[in-house]
């Protein structure tokens, strides 16, 4: 793809969507941390019924701690993987407070450091609590990137690196938002919505029905 179709891109998806975010509920770093390490293999709609009361009894490291790994698994027991996840988010949360005076650190290093944090969830954290052009691919951008043509790769990684390096940095920092919600919206696994896309002429895509 070139570099002036990427950009074509990147301009309609920001002038449909001028302030994209996460879809996740969180009132700072420490909720949408905790929020990003129950959403994997989850939905956000199923994280945010769940986040409400936990995080109405738990709303800093110390007090998820005081919680405990029973009363954390039994906020989010509606959660797939739920009794991995409290036990990650109990040792994430001592981590906090012993090395990070219970602050959420703001470097990659450290976040991967915490229990049950990956580059993926570090990413997250990164561009949507600090404001770091970070990208964080999912299932949803791995999808968007490799039909449309944006990055094609056989693994994560290399499609995050792909787009991180021809993304014009204008439209780096949001880039991750508009690529989710638009695999999840329009660019759908089973069947994309081509004929409602507003990048379909520029996608790529070889079997797009418009």
Same mark, same amino acid.
Not at 180 to 195: D, F, M, N, T
């Given at each position: 793809?070139?570099?002036? !179709?990427? @950009?074509? $891109?990147?301009?309609?998806? +920001? *002038?449909?969507?001028?302030?994209?975010?996460? =879809?996740?509920?969180?009132?700072?770093?420490?909720?949408?941390?905790?929020?990003?390490?129950?959403?994997?293999?989850?939905?956000?709609?199923?994280?945010?019924?769940?986040?409400?009361?936990?995080?109405?009894?738990?709303?800093?490291?110390?007090?998820?701690?005081?919680?405990?790994?029973?009363?954390?698994?039994?906020?989010?027991?509606?959660?797939?993987?739920?009794?991995? !996840?409290? @036990?990650? $988010?109990?040792?994430?949360? +001592? *981590?906090?407070?012993?090395?990070?005076?219970? =602050?959420?650190?703001?470097?990659?290093?450290?976040?991967?450091?915490?229990?049950?944090?990956?580059?993926?969830?570090?990413?997250?954290?990164?561009?949507?609590?600090?404001?770091?052009?970070?990208?964080?691919?999912?299932?949803?951008?791995?999808?968007?990137?490799?039909?449309?043509?944006?990055?094609?790769?056989?693994?994560?990684?290399?499609?995050?690196?792909?787009?991180?390096?021809?993304?014009?940095?204008?439209?780096?920092?949001? *880039?991750?938002?508009?690529?989710?919600?638009?695999?999840?919206?329009?660019?759908?696994?089973?069947?994309?919505?081509?004929?409602?896309?507003?990048?379909?002429?520029?996608?790529?895509?070889?079997?797009?029905?418009?």
């Amino acid at each position: 793809m070139n570099a002036a !179709k990427r @950009r074509e $891109i990147f301009s309609r998806l +920001q *002038a449909a969507n001028p302030h994209p975010t996460t =879809e996740l509920n969180y009132r700072n770093p420490f909720e949408l941390l905790i929020a990003v390490i129950l959403s994997a293999q989850a939905t956000d709609v199923s994280v945010n019924k769940a986040t409400v009361a936990l995080f109405q009894a738990a709303p800093n490291p110390q007090a998820m701690l005081d919680l405990g790994e029973a009363g954390v698994a039994d906020h989010i027991k509606t959660i797939g993987l739920f009794r991995s !996840k409290a @036990r990650h $988010i109990i040792a994430c949360c +001592q *981590a906090l407070l012993e090395r990070h005076d219970g =602050e959420v650190p703001q470097n990659r290093a450290e976040l991967e450091a915490l229990a049950g944090v990956g580059r993926k969830t570090a990413n997250v954290v990164l561009n949507t609590a600090f404001g770091q052009p970070t990208l964080a691919v999912d299932t949803h951008i791995f999808r968007v990137a490799n039909r449309t043509g944006l990055a094609r790769a056989t693994t994560v990684r290399a499609v995050e690196d792909k787009l991180v390096a021809t993304i014009p940095k204008a439209f780096l920092q949001d *880039a991750h938002h508009w690529l989710i919600l638009h695999g999840r919206y329009v660019c759908r696994a089973r069947k994309p919505l081509c004929a409602q896309c507003g990048i379909a002429d520029l996608c790529e895509f070889p079997d797009k029905e418009i």
